[in-house]
């Protein structure tokens, strides 16, 4: 007699009670006519023979299916019969199908793989071929063919380090869910989205490549779309003129250039016609563009670092490779479009400078409670900007066409170029602001060695700030608002936060600002046009306990005794390592 089970209990719960039993290790169990036993009661369940594997790990095998029924092409069906194949502790394969008694079908492959420390990612491909429900000798009878591409994958940091590679894809057509699934959110899901990500840094990390494959799908509306492939280049900041050795305090010895390209590969298309025999169509749509930026800017300290200047100059850059002209057809009054392929350049450039100081004020000697010095920093600032216009006219970059009623209309020749239209204005701001912080110091509980109160210091004002702009090249009302913001702490706990905006034009009373200044209209030098103050604060067990004073500066008194064993240390440390 003999018991095959797959309860690990002393006594198991349940067992098949075997008349012979023949064990072949680590391979098989064969066993003659059994019963099943349920918490020690025989039962009338039996089989005449058996086989019980022994077998640890993988093993090849039939997957047995389910019956099941399908509500769209009203059809029984087997579910999920196939076949399971292990190819080692790194992978396995799994095949299986569901078979309709209509003649429908659905047939997947399904792996994994996994090695740790290395990689880890799945793979399912699914394809299914529905009827339209129709009778076979019909002439609307046709078949519906639906496919599904589900997959992750990651490379494991550890074996590749600095290296970035991994993903997800899941790409299905817009009826594979309503004729397969049985699980409510994918029939209700009709956002897909995948994506691949590659990256790596060289040079130190100086150079930064990062590269991307995405689709983004909605099968309710069939917008298909594909980023193939989308590559940032990055290059941080450089200083090419800097020396290996000594404080570089010279100007072009600060200069620090840097660089950020990306280039863009797109398709926008249906999701019927790629994956159709029109997929030529989606093919031709495809469009590229680059963006390319160049930062330039340094640092200046004039009058022995009292002023502290910084320019900058910013270049920019972008590449088409397909444009878009517009004309009207005279005969139906509708507006042909016609791509036209060819290398296109965009440019823009522009500079600025800032010009910024601090001025200190200390008063010392105070005697105000514990209060014995105040310092006020001030940081006057200013700054300018410039951009000088770029005619996308005479560059044809921006195109013209007429209408039946012979208006001219503006359009833009890079409307559907990934990298984006360029466009520059002049424009020249000049900004300004000042900065205040007040600060102070006082005695504190504490003391040191000396028995001498420690200074504490502490922020009376955070800050206290003033800024605005005035634009250059406006028609009108050049002076930008004048913003005041003021914050600061009381007592450790509550915090203060002010601001407020003026205007230094006149309102009318209809509500609408115009271009006359208020000093000369009533003798003030600003309008007042909001203000606002926020008092906040945060309460626990901590705020309300005392603090400690620290007396661990306070020198011990040390006996005759281990005076005396405190002198040998220090004359004889060796000995006591």
């Given at each position: 007699?003999?018991?095959?089970?797959?309860c690990d209990a002393d006594e198991p719960h349940f067992y098949l009670n075997a008349s012979r039993?023949?064990?072949i290790p680590d391979n098989k169990a064969l066993f003659s006519a059994a019963n099943l036993v349920f918490q020690g009661i025989p039962t009338p369940i039996a089989l005449p023979f058996g086989l019980a594997p022994l077998k640890k790990g993988q093993r090849d095998g039939i997957l047995f299916p389910s019956l099941g029924f399908n509500s769209f092409n009203r059809s029984f069906y087997l579910q999920n019969f196939g076949y399971y194949i292990g190819l080692g502790q790194h992978s396995d394969i799994q095949i299986n199908t569901d078979a309709y008694l209509n003649g429908d079908f659905r047939a997947a492959l399904q792996t994994q793989y996994y090695k740790r420390y290395v990689f880890r990612g799945t793979l399912n491909l699914q394809y299914s071929r529905f009827s339209n429900g129709a009778e076979i000798t019909s002439p609307s009878f046709a078949f519906s063919n639906d496919f599904a591409i589900r997959s992750n994958f990651n490379i494991d940091p550890k074996y590749l380090p600095g290296v970035r590679l991994g993903g997800n894809i899941n790409i299905v057509t817009s009826?594979?869910?309503?004729r397969n699934s049985r699980d409510i959110n994918n029939l209700s899901n009709n956002q897909f989205t995948s994506s691949?990500?590659?990256g790596q840094s060289f040079f130190k990390n100086k150079v930064n490549l990062s590269m991307a494959a995405r689709h983004t799908q909605n099968t309710q509306t069939r917008d298909f779309r594909l980023d193939l492939p989308s590559i940032n280049l990055g290059v941080s900041s450089l200083t090419p003129f800097a020396s290996k050795t000594g404080s570089n305090q010279k100007w072009y010895q600060q200069l620090r250039l840097s660089y950020s390209g990306n280039m863009q590969n797109q398709i926008n298309t249906k999701d019927s016609i790629l994956f159709s025999d029109r997929y030529q169509e989606a093919l031709a749509d495809f469009r590229s563009g680059v963006r390319h930026s160049i930062p330039i800017n340094t640092n200046i300290k004039l009058f022995d670092g009292i002023l502290n200047l910084t320019p900058s100059f910013n270049y920019r850059e972008n590449w088409h490779f397909k444009g878009v002209t517009k004309e009207i057809n005279s005969i139906d009054n509708t507006i042909i479009e016609s791509d036209t392929s060819g290398f296109f350049?965009?440019?823009?450039?522009?500079?600025?400078?800032s010009l910024k100081t601090n001025i200190y004020g200390t008063f010392n000697g105070l005697k105000?409670?514990?209060?014995?010095?105040i310092r006020h920093t001030i940081t006057p600032r200013m700054g300018i900007s410039y951009s000088p216009e770029i005619d996308p006219y005479s560059r044809g970059w921006t195109r013209t066409y007429r209408d039946t009623s012979g208006k001219v209309i503006d359009y833009n020749l890079f409307a559907n170029s990934p990298a984006g239209n360029?466009?520059?204005?002049?424009?020249?701001?000049?900004?300004?602001?000042?900065?205040?912080?007040?600060?102070?110091?006082?005695?504190?509980?504490?003391t040191d060695s000396t028995k001498k109160a420690k200074a504490e210091k502490f922020n009376i004002i955070d800050q206290l700030n003033l800024s605005g702009s005035y634009n250059l090249f406006a028609d009108s009302l050049k002076f930008s608002d004048i913003r005041m913001t003021f914050n600061t702490v009381l007592a450790k706990v509550i915090r203060i936060n002010a601001n407020a905006n003026y205007s230094p034009y006149v309102r009318t009373d209809a509500g609408r600002t115009i271009n006359r200044y208020v000093l000369k209209e009533n003798g003030s030098l600003l309008r007042l046009r909001s203000a606002g103050i926020n008092i906040n604060t945060s309460l626990n067990a901590k705020t309300f306990k005392?603090?400690?004073?620290s007396n661990s500066s306070i020198p011990k008194k040390v006996i005759p005794e281990e005076e005396q064993e405190l002198r040998n240390i220090e004359n004889n440390r060796g000995r006591y390592y």
């Open positions: 007699h003999g018991k095959i089970t797959t039993v023949k064990v009826g594979f869910n309503q691949i990500n590659y350049r965009q440019y823009a450039y522009s500079f600025a400078s105000l409670g514990r209060v014995t010095a360029l466009t520059q204005r002049q424009t020249g701001l000049i900004s300004f602001g000042l900065n205040n912080n007040l600060q102070g110091k006082k005695t504190g509980i504490s005392k603090k400690k004073s």
